[in-house]
């Protein structure tokens, strides 16, 4: 019964949940086995949840084996973790690279790091960001865009809604 439902695509009907007990395990082994950290399974098992909710919802038709696309599904999941991760590690030793050697500085460029420090951590995530990516790391637009894998626009407007915040800092604290 439970490989008819399976084929049908309709899972636990009782709880609506598209992929029923022994699917959502093995779309947890895939995930493991490919490498997944623990702590980001159950990500993964509802990023599959999706996929297949959102397949059914636009209207075509429901894989003939449930438990053999979700699987397939996991096991590109994974490989998308891995891409994402080696992404990350790739900006970092960008970053690590571009580091200067400390080297005395003055006391007003010291005030002015420090403002800029504070002012850094005040901005959001996504917004500090592409702001130290672009002149800190000194990235171009288009290579930020495609090392975060998000639209050229996008990196601009959240570079100009980034750099006006924080002049406005620097002006509120009287530091520029």
Do not use: C
């Not at 309709?10 to 395990?25: C, F, K, Y």
């Not at 096991?75 to 891995?82: G, I, K, T, V």
């Not at 790091?113 to 005040?122: I, K, N, P, R, Y």
């Not at 500090?128 to 996008?154: H, K, M, S, W």
């Amino acid at each position: 019964m439970l490989r008819r439902k399976a084929r049908r695509g309709q899972g636990d009907a009782g709880r609506g949940d598209p992929l029923d007990a022994a699917q959502e395990r093995r779309v947890r082994s895939v995930l493991a086995l490919g490498g997944v950290p623990q702590a980001d399974l159950p990500d993964g098992v509802q990023q599959v949840r999706l996929r297949l909710l959102e397949r059914t919802a636009s209207g075509r038709e429901a894989p003939r084996d449930v438990s053999a696309w979700a699987a397939v599904v996991a096991s590109n999941l994974a490989m998308d973790w891995h891409r994402a991760r080696r992404r990350q590690d790739r900006l970092g030793e960008r970053l690590a690279a571009l580091r200067q050697p400390d080297h005395p500085r003055d006391e007003e460029s010291s005030v002015l790091s420090l403002a800029v420090a504070q002012g850094l951590d005040e901005l959001p995530d996504a917004q500090r960001q592409v702001l130290v990516l672009r002149f800190y790391a000194d990235l171009p637009v288009r290579g930020i865009a495609e090392e975060l894998g998000i639209p050229e626009g996008t990196v601009k407007s959240r570079l100009h809604t980034a750099v006006r915040a924080l002049r406005a800092r620097l002006h509120e604290d009287e530091v520029v």
